[in-house]
């Protein structure tokens, strides 16, 4: 039976009071702690011109002093020519300024740091060899976004 008390006892960093003369003179500290997650809004443009090299931009970059955001998307983008319906489609490659930069064999286009608000990297559109007619061409493109520890 006494075990049973023992057990369930609970284990306090300080205990405070005063015996004898009924007072409550003792005082304790404790740590508190609350944690905020990290937060970032990175802009993705609706339309994205590949002749060019381009840079993300983020509005809001809260993230903590050990931690990266990546925006990482597929190494190639199906395109269309809008001008020649009979053309055949492109696969276009994404090109980026740091090309040892990748995440599961997909290109990380952009990178930001604490409080960053543009990205060092930049990414360009390379048309493969041989394809691709005269013409505008468009495809879509999904970008993913991932936090991660520095090491």
């Not at 543009?118 to 061409?137: L, N, V």
Request: glycine content about 8%; charged content about 15%.
């Amino acid at each position: 039976m006494g075990m049973l008390v023992v057990g369930s006892t609970t284990a306090y960093a300080q205990d405070i009071g005063s015996f004898g003369d009924g007072g409550f003179g003792d005082t304790a500290t404790s740590t508190m702690t609350y944690d905020i997650d990290s937060t970032y809004i990175v802009s993705i443009p609706a339309t994205i011109n590949m002749n060019q090299e381009n840079k993300l931009t983020s509005n809001m970059m809260d993230i903590k002093s050990n931690e990266l955001v990546e925006v990482y998307t597929d190494p190639t983008v199906q395109m269309t020519n809008k001008n020649n319906m009979e053309a055949a489609p492109m696969d276009m490659e994404i090109v980026t300024s740091n090309t040892d930069l990748t995440y599961n064999g997909s290109p990380i286009v952009a990178q930001f740091m604490q409080g960053a608000m543009e990205s060092s990297m930049t990414f360009w559109g390379k048309r493969p060899d041989a394809q691709g007619s005269a013409g505008h061409y468009e495809g879509t493109c999904e970008f993913h976004i991932r936090i991660r520890e520095m090491n």
